[in-house]
């Protein structure tokens, strides 16, 4: 299984960029969907997560309001449409899927994301 992650790059405080992720392989049941990141110095954190029918979504607190989260399931692919962005949101962002039968957990090989003031 191979989690191919997309869209990071550098925009100034404010703009708007959009992150997509693209699972391949052998996939069966996948669970929740999300986005992590990690700053430098930092613990990896959890952005936003989306629930397997998507009718679920959980962001962290720093970004409601400003990111969303949304998946298609028939694709296998998850993205984070990110505006407002803040210098803050500067970090290197992966997805992650989970599943069952049996369990699993996959992380993407991650995508820079700078904001710049």
């Known amino acids: 299984v191979q989690l191919q992650a997309s869209g990071g790059g550098l925009v100034q405080a404010g703009g708007f960029l959009r992150l997509s992720c693209a699972a391949s392989?052998?996939?069966?049941?996948?669970?929740?969907m999300g986005w992590y990141r990690q700053a430098p110095g930092k613990q990896r954190e959890l952005v936003a997560a989306?629930?397997?029918?998507?009718?679920?979504?959980n962001y962290a607190d720093s970004v409601k309001g400003r990111f969303t989260v949304s998946r298609d399931n028939a694709k296998n692919t998850v993205a984070l449409q990110m505006n407002s962005l803040k210098p803050e949101d500067t970090a290197v962002y992966y997805c992650?899927?989970?599943?069952?039968?049996?369990?699993?957990?996959?992380w993407g090989q991650g995508t820079q994301v700078t904001v710049s003031s």
């Open positions: 392989g052998r996939i069966f049941s996948i669970n929740d």
């Open positions: 989306i629930t397997s029918g998507g009718g679920s979504t």
């Open positions: 992650n899927i989970v599943g069952g039968g049996p369990p699993y957990d996959y």
